[in-house]
């Protein structure tokens, strides 16, 4: 039986190819598709199996539709697509990560290395980690031991777990990372910036859950500057993101020329975005002039002053091939930092929403399920068919299903269908 994360990302994939040959009972089909689409989008019991079934029930009428979502359902159930490197181990799959930051060494007992909330010395550290990811995972959830269940120890079978981490030298992390995107199908990689209160081991396991739901076929990158990952610890991670600037560029530049990638998707959440915009914005030289091109490059729930970030939007113009923010009117985290700074953040929708030239801005707030509202881009199943879409075939939004276009003093943005 499919799963209805599968479900979901088997339509959205074929949805331009479906849409465009329903003709004139597209619109019927609509009506009757969206209802069981929210249903399949709720929580998981008898009534999602009941709006798996009804769903295939009702492509089951329309024979082109069906062929179309079988060929995206049999796509998906062969496990065809991987992150480049990873390995098929009994029940779960090793994904690796190679990652630049620049943290202290908190231990070091040969590969087994963390890295702690402390700055390091200044130099970027480069390294490869690898995350299990089981067979039964969810898409979205990052499955840890619960002790409701009895679970008292880290199981990859079960849970979402850093396997090991091993410090790279330059010309090692090179060779290693240029080997693996040689035997790809995709010359491309997808490097995640994380954000405020996020420890190491947690930035590596999103950075390969990312990869992994997203059926990313190219490199999963992590560039982790040290955030102390404490909630009273926002102002010092403030300042070590602005800190981290130089290390991060020197990382970028490293995935972009020295690896014989193609092409480079960006993906920043939270404070890390202050990290990734002021990058780009700085750059004198657009970013596709030499080495790996820079196609999405993408902000979700950006907490950064949204005046700055108009700002430095106005230099984001040919330095990737899109942009995109994902904001949110429920993010309680973004709340809570506007009320520290006073000003609107640029990851709020509302009133204050960025909508800028340079951007496709995408209002999040109705597809929200996350307890805090802060990590949506990475544990909604809505938002990630829609950064699969996005990452994956570089569709604009037009193009994307789900999105409903707005205007706002004639300006366009999107909207999540409720």
Not at 296 to 306: E, G, K
Not at 340 to 354: C, D, F, N, Q, T
Not at 407 to 412: E, I, K, L, S
Request: hydrophobic content about 40%; charged content about 25%.
């Amino acid at each position: 039986m499919i799963e209805a994360a599968e479900l979901s990302q088997a339509i959205a994939i074929v949805w331009d190819q479906i849409a465009s040959g329903l003709g004139d009972d597209r619109e019927t089909f609509e009506c009757r598709l969206t209802p069981l689409l929210r249903r399949l989008d709720g929580a998981p019991g008898p009534d999602q199996a009941a709006a798996i079934q009804s769903i295939l029930e009702l492509f089951k009428e329309f024979e082109a539709a069906y062929r179309e979502l079988l060929q995206a359902i049999s796509w998906f159930a062969k496990g065809a697509a991987r992150p480049a490197g990873s390995v098929k181990m009994e029940r779960y799959t090793a994904v690796p990560v190679y990652y630049g930051t620049d943290r202290a060494v908190a231990n070091s007992h040969g590969q087994l290395v963390s890295y702690g909330g402390e700055r390091g010395d200044g130099e970027l550290a480069l390294g490869l980690a690898e995350v299990s990811m089981p067979d039964d995972h969810r898409m979205g959830a990052i499955e840890k031991p619960r002790i409701w269940k009895l679970q008292f120890r880290e199981d990859p079978k079960k849970h979402v777990v850093v396997l090991r981490v091993e410090p790279l030298a330059l010309a090692a992390f090179t060779a290693r990372a240029k080997g693996v995107l040689n035997r790809s199908s995709k010359k491309e990689i997808l490097l995640f910036v994380h954000g405020y209160n996020v420890g190491f081991d947690d930035a590596v396991c999103r950075a390969a859950q990312i990869a992994y739901d997203l059926h990313f076929e190219g490199l999963p990158a992590l560039y982790s500057w040290p955030s102390e990952g404490s909630v009273p610890k926002y102002t010092v991670d403030e300042t070590n993101v602005t800190w981290s600037r130089k290390r991060f560029e020197q990382f970028v530049g490293i995935l972009r020329e020295s690896l014989g990638a193609e092409a480079i998707h960006i993906v920043a959440h939270s404070m890390g975005t202050r990290l990734v915009a002021d990058t780009i914005a700085s750059m004198a030289t657009p970013m596709t002039s030499h080495g790996a091109r820079v196609r999405q490059t993408v902000f979700a729930a950006p907490d950064i002053d949204a005046a700055m970030f108009k700002d430095l939007a106005a230099a984001f113009p040919k330095k990737a091939e899109r942009f995109t923010l994902y904001a949110s009117s429920e993010d309680k985290a973004i709340k809570a930092s506007r009320f520290i700074h006073k000003y609107p953040r640029a990851g709020e929708s509302g009133l204050g929403l960025v909508v800028v030239p340079s951007l496709d801005t995408v209002d999040a707030t109705a597809i929200d399920t996350s307890l805090m509202g802060h990590s949506y881009y990475g544990d909604n199943r809505s938002v990630l068919t829609d950064l699969f879409e996005l990452i994956r075939r570089g569709s604009p939004p037009e193009e994307r299903f789900g999105l409903v276009p707005k205007d706002r003093y004639g300006a366009r943005y999107w909207l999540f269908s409720p």
